[in-house]
């Protein structure tokens, strides 16, 4: 069986908005697999590159590529790098059942509100927060100046046991800073690793 031959240039020019790409395929070839294009859209994603990853993702859309999970995934995380919070959620929205990696992709990059609402979709999927979406939760409740929901938080990522944690522990000392709860906010740092 012939092995794909795929080409892919992606120059970065003075402004990552500028990225642009270039891909070839071989006469006869088969199309991409979705592995092709999900380690495609990675490299697009950590260059910021929007528009070579959104001919990418048209290409897996019409060769049958989607869904895949990963592939999903890497398009949220495209997108969410590229700043077109809209597009991931679309692509979210679309997935059967999310991983906890699209999760925290898409909770790191929410506004405050909407990073509340995915956490609560998250938690009635039956998925458990992690180190990651916590502090993200955090966030958006410091952003809020939501001290009851964030004290709630606390209370549930300690029964996790999320806290031996820098990054939990330091999002959650912003939190109750930004709060005005400075009492709570130096227990936090004097507990922390």
């Given at each position: 069986m012939p092995v794909f031959n795929l080409r892919f240039t992606c120059q970065v020019a003075t402004k990552r908005s500028e990225a642009t790409s270039s891909y070839?395929?071989?006469?006869?070839?088969?199309?991409?697999?979705?592995?092709?294009?999900?380690?495609?859209?990675?490299?697009?994603?950590?260059?910021?590159?929007?528009?070579?990853?959104t001919q990418l993702h048209a290409r897996?859309?019409?060769?049958g590529c989607l869904p895949?999970?990963?592939?999903?995934t890497?398009?949220?995380?495209?997108?969410?790098?590229?700043?077109?919070?809209?597009?991931?959620?679309?692509?979210?929205?679309?997935?059967?059942?999310?991983?906890?990696?699209?999760?925290?992709?898409?909770?790191?990059?929410?506004?405050?509100?909407?990073?509340?609402?995915?956490?609560?979709?998250l938690l009635a999927a039956g998925h458990r927060p992690d180190r990651y979406a916590v502090p993200a939760a955090f966030?958006?409740?410091?952003?809020l100046r939501n001290a009851v929901l964030g004290a709630a938080l606390h209370g549930f990522a300690a029964r996790l046991g999320l806290f031996p944690n820098v990054?939990?522990?330091?999002?959650?000392?912003?939190?109750?800073a930004k709060a005005g709860l400075l009492?709570?906010?130096?227990?936090?740092f004097n507990e922390m690793p």
């Open positions: 070839t395929e071989a006469v006869g070839m088969p199309p991409p697999t979705a592995g092709h294009l999900s380690a495609l859209l990675r490299r697009c994603a950590a260059l910021g590159a929007l528009s070579p990853g897996a859309l019409v060769g895949d999970a990963t592939l999903a890497d398009l949220v995380l495209l997108y969410c790098r590229c700043g077109a919070l809209h597009r991931a959620r679309q692509v979210f929205d679309g997935m059967p059942s999310p991983c906890m990696h699209a999760y925290n992709i898409l909770l790191a990059a929410s506004p405050p509100g909407a990073a509340l609402e995915l956490l609560a979709r966030r958006a409740c410091a952003e990054v939990v522990s330091g999002a959650l000392l912003d939190m109750y009492d709570d906010a130096v227990r936090v």
